[in-house]
Every structure is written in structure tokens, then in C-alpha cells.
């Protein structure tokens, strides 16, 4: 278990509850904590953009009620510039998570 940034995608301790890179938020998740995360979070220091944070939410929510119940794989189709409609259309028609992002990245 631990909390990934909805942002950078850094998976954390769970003690950590927000994202000491860019200052998105974390959320629960059934994975491993990124083994170098401290470093992770270091490396580059950006300022959260509130609107861009938003916007992933909203594309994450929107594939969500497409079907996509694969966090991770909602998490990085979020945060990139991919066709949404063609994402939540193809969640629709039953296509595999991992297939679905070897298709869209």
C-alpha cells in the first residue's frame, strides 16, 4: 500500500500526504512505494499549477466512469495529452488496461 501523486506519479510512503516534488495531491493505492522516492522528490521542485490538477482529476474521473478501474493506468492517461474520447471509448468496448496504454503513450 501506499499514496501515488495524482501529478509526477511518485509512489510514497503513507505517512506522506502530499507530494514533496510538486505539491499534488496523493491518493491510496495497492502498489509498492517507489524505493528511491525520496530522491524522486528532490530531483526538480516545480510549483503546482491548480488548474492543471484539476484538469487531470476531471480526465481521471472522466475515464473512470468510462469503466477504467485501473488506478495507475487512470493516473497516466490522465496527466498526457492523449485523445480522451477515444480512451473512454475504448474502456467502453472492454479493452485491457496495459493494452490500452501500449495503444495511447
Not at 79 to 84: C, H, N, R
Request: aromatic residues 4%; hydrophobic residues 35%; negative net charge.
Amino acid at each position: 500500500m501506499c499514496n501515488r501523486c495524482s501529478l509526477c506519479g511518485i509512489s510514497y510512503p503513507t505517512h506522506i500526504l502530499k507530494c514533496r516534488k510538486c505539491g499534488g495531491s496523493l491518493s491510496s493505492i495497492q502498489a509498492a512505494v517507489d524505493s528511491d522516492w525520496d530522491e524522486q522528490s528532490r530531483d526538480t521542485v516545480f510549483v503546482a499549477d491548480p488548474e492543471r490538477e484539476r484538469l487531470i482529476t476531471w480526465r481521471a474521473s472522466c475515464l473512470y466512469d468510462a469503466g477504467l478501474r485501473d488506478l495507475e493506468a487512470a493516473t497516466l492517461l490522465s496527466g498526457t495529452d492523449i485523445d480522451l474520447h477515444k480512451a473512454c471509448d475504448m474502456v467502453r468496448a472492454g479493452c485491457d488496461p496495459k493494452l490500452l496504454l501500449e495503444i495511447l503513450l
